[in-house]
């Protein structure tokens, strides 16, 4: 059993900031990526930001600049600094991992937080 738990969420005004975390933990040999995605009411998820294992990492447009991404590898948690927030970055933002539970499994599998809530006010 292997579970995302996020928390950090919440409401601020515009232009204030947030961080969100997220731990994997339970059956985990080793894992590949972790990252956000966000969906807004009547949208699509999106993927907000994504970080490998050696700390690579990728961001959508609109955050890029505002928003960073980082992990500690020990803990098995990714975080997501959000700055200079805006009301379009509204959406409950989840977690996601891509991850090995079996040494001797052939591909990895991707795994889902329950996400958190994200309200931007104007």
């Known amino acids: 059993q292997v579970q995302l738990v996020e928390s950090g969420g919440g409401l601020v005004q515009a232009g204030e900031s947030l961080r969100l975390s997220c731990a994997a933990s339970?059956?985990?040999?080793?894992?590949?990526?972790m990252g956000w995605y966000r969906q807004a009411p009547g949208k699509q998820r999106e993927l907000v930001a994504v970080i490998t294992t050696d700390g690579t990492t990728s961001y959508m447009g609109s955050v890029k600049g505002r928003f960073t991404i980082s992990r500690d590898n020990a803990k098995n948690t990714v975080y997501l600094q959000m700055d200079s927030l805006k009301p379009d970055d509204t959406a409950v933002y989840y977690c996601?991992?891509?991850?090995?539970?079996?040494?001797?499994?052939?591909?990895?599998?991707?795994?889902w937080g329950q996400g958190t809530q994200v309200t931007i006010s104007s």
């Open positions: 996601w991992a891509n991850l090995f539970k079996y040494t001797y499994q052939r591909r990895p599998d991707d795994y």
């Open positions: 339970g059956s985990i040999s080793s894992i590949n990526a």
